[in-house]
T-cell receptor
Framework: GESVGLHLPTLSVQEGDNSIINCAYS??????FIWYKQESGKGPQFIID?????DKRQGQRVTVLLNKTVKHLSLQIAATQPGDSAVYFC??????????FGDGTTLTVKP | DAGVTQSPTHLIKTRGQHVTLRCSPI?????VSWYQQVLGQGPQFIFQ???????GRGNFPDRFSARQFPNYSSELNVNALLLGDSALYLC?????????????FGPGTRLTVL
């Protein structure tokens, strides 16, 4: 079956450093991916998305890279701030609109 | 603009009881999905509704049911509660069904089953 997984459950970085969060997916037919941020006690919050016809997409301080050859995507956060501390999920959207989530990476930003 | 709203925020039930969770989508959104998030895991898909019709169902028992109303709000019902049903229940809305659309999540309802 399809699954979306993250490489590391936790990541700790210094404030001001760049963060890279990785995600592997198994469904080669997947054509749309989303990164979500979930803070404690809140629902997932949309960060950035990317379609399979793209390799890279940039937002404000965030960049998503997609490598379809190895079925891998990553989220890069520039100049990480304490407010970036949260759990990050990658999700794959199927044609039916169902989002399949991995188990998340907990990002901790040290001051 | 208001985001997705859910009620109640927290709920405590005992085994065997039933529960109804409510969700109001973002204005203009016609599709609603429900997810269950167990502590330490990612959300798991339960249901999707679009224009009051069920468009998808995850691997959950028949104790779980849902419906969508003409105003696009939705209810999730769980019967014969088990301890394992304790989780954060998330509602998400989008403009329409199908792939390629961002789903916006509400804050969730924290259900505790004792």
């Amino acid at each position: 079956g399809e699954s979306v997984g993250l490489h590391l459950p936790t990541l700790s970085v210094q404030e001001g450093d760049n963060s890279i969060i990785n995600c592997a997916y198994s469904n080669s037919a997947s054509d749309y991916f989303i990164w979500y941020k979930q803070e404690s006690g809140k629902g997932p919050q949309f960060i950035i998305d990317i379609r399979s016809n793209m390799d890279k997409r940039q937002g404000q301080r965030v960049t998503v890279l997609l490598n379809k050859t190895v079925k891998h995507l990553s989220l890069q956060i520039a100049a990480t701030q304490p407010g970036d501390s949260a759990v990050y999920f990658c999700a794959e959207n199927t044609n039916a609109g169902k989002s399949t989530f991995g188990d998340g990476t907990t990002l901790t930003v040290k001051p | 603009d208001a985001g997705v709203t859910q009620s109640p925020t927290h709920l405590i039930k005992t085994r065997g009881q039933h529960v109804t969770l409510r969700c109001s989508p973002i204005s203009g959104h016609k599709s609603v999905s429900w997810y269950q998030q167990v502590l330490g895991q990612g959300p798991q898909f339960i249901f999707q509704y679009y224009e009051k019709e069920e468009r998808g169902r995850g691997n959950f028992p028949d104790r779980f049911s849902a419906r969508q109303f003409p105003n696009y709000s939705s209810e999730l019902n769980v019967n014969a509660l088990l301890l394992g049903d304790s989780a954060l229940y998330l509602c998400a809305s989008s403009w329409r069904t199908g792939g390629g659309f961002v789903w916006y999540f509400g804050p969730g309802t924290r259900l505790t089953v004792l």
